[in-house]
């Protein structure tokens, strides 16, 4: 008989749960079952079960500590997403991996480079009291998109790269369903950070090579956002190729583009449209100037759930042992975005001083 697919609960019940994790779940139903969906409060969390119950006629609608303290206590719930404001998903995290459910935090990892640190070591101590560490996944999904997938093998082939370019023109305005969100408005480095992870991870993995060090400048140009919604940042990769981060939390004319120029070519991956889909056009320009160009649909969201709910069967069915995972959504990976956009950060609030960023 083939094995029951994992029962996961959502905890959380805002914009992103509504509108990116029930639609992706449904899209993969017969991989997951859905069995609870959790919210501080009832409204919203009827609300989004009322939504998850199209595809999971069985979902459970829980609120509040005792809805929580169900969910902890349900031993057939092995994994959990959780995707709450970000100044309490860590703690949240915690509490539930010690409870020993697998967990898929949204990103960021932490809200900055000092609670990066403290969660780290409160993971790593409920590793060394029991011998079956459960996995705590950041859901950062650009790591999954096949563009960025596909760009990587492609900047193998440019040989050594010289320079790198990340242009973020963002189109945060009161047309879109975040601007409001007061979680984001109350956060520091405002939504630079819970933006800019996603350009990080993009860039990290397209380089295959760690940011050492930056030089920053922020400043706050629309009144409408949080400060600071600009930075324009010079920094040095690992590997000695420099290059420049420079990103706009909201502006008239949406742009998203990275740029890896090496000595034999250069790809750009540059965020786009095609016959009604949102996705990539990554070109490819060789030594010889011959260019190429493939446009990837988005479908990181929906890869990185399906890896999660894999490993989490694979753990279950294991019964115990240490539990590697999917290297591309391990917390240290979201935790080394936040160190880069934490030491851009610092580094604004130093008039561009040159900081070096944390190693995790
Ligand atoms: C780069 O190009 C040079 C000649 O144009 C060639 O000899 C070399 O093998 C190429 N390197 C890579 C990594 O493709
Ligand atoms: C917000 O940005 C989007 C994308 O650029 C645009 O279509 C929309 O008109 C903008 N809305 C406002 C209120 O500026
Ligand atoms: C803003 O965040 C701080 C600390 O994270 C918290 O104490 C405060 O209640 C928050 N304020 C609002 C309006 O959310």
């Not at 989490?312 to 936040?338: C, F, P, Q, W």
Request: aromatic residues 8%; contains cysteine.
């Amino acid at each position: 008989m083939a094995q029951q697919p994992p029962q996961i609960a959502i905890i959380g019940a805002g914009i992103f749960v509504k509108s990116q994790y029930l639609p992706r779940l449904a899209e993969i139903s017969d991989l997951v079952i859905l069995k609870a969906i959790w919210s501080r409060s009832e409204k919203s969390s009827t609300e989004a079960a009322d939504i998850a119950r199209k595809t999971f006629p069985n979902v459970e609608c829980k609120w509040g500590d005792d809805g929580l303290d169900e969910i902890i206590r349900d031993s057939s719930i092995v994994g959990v997403v959780v995707a709450l404001a970000g100044q309490i998903q860590v703690d949240m995290s915690l509490k539930l991996l010690k409870a020993g459910k697998h967990v898929l935090q949204e990103k960021p990892a932490a809200s900055s480079i000092t609670e990066v640190e403290t969660a780290l070591s409160s993971y790593n101590s409920l590793h060394s009291n029991s011998c079956t560490q459960k996995l705590w996944a950041v859901a950062e999904n650009y790591r999954f998109e096949p563009a960025f997938v596909e760009s990587r093998k492609l900047v193998s082939e440019i040989g050594d790269t010289m320079s790198v370019q990340v242009i973020i023109e963002g189109s945060m305005n009161s047309s879109n369903p975040y601007f409001s969100s007061s979680w984001r408005r109350n956060f520091t480095g405002g939504f630079i950070l819970d933006m800019g992870v996603h350009y990080i991870a993009g860039l990290r993995m397209l380089v295959g090579c760690e940011v050492a060090s930056v030089s920053a400048m922020t400043s706050h140009g629309d009144i409408n956002l949080p400060p600071p919604d600009t930075i324009s940042s010079l920094f040095q990769l690992e590997n000695g190729c420099s290059g420049v981060f420079v990103m706009l939390v909201s502006s008239k004319s949406p742009k998203i583009v990275w740029r890896v120029v090496g000595l034999n070519g250069t790809v750009q991956v540059e965020r786009g449209n095609k016959d009604g889909q949102h996705g990539y056009l990554v070109t490819f320009i060789g030594g010889k100037g011959e260019t190429k160009s493939t446009f990837y649909p988005f479908s990181g969201v929906t890869e990185e759930l399906k890896a999660f709910l894999s490993d989490i069967s694979m753990a279950t069915l294991e019964k115990g042992g240490k539990i590697e995972g999917e290297g591309r959504y391990s917390y240290v990976e979201g935790a080394r975005d936040v160190a880069v956009l934490d030491a851009m950060l610092e580094s604004g609030m130093k008039q561009g001083a040159f900081v070096k960023v944390k190693k995790i």
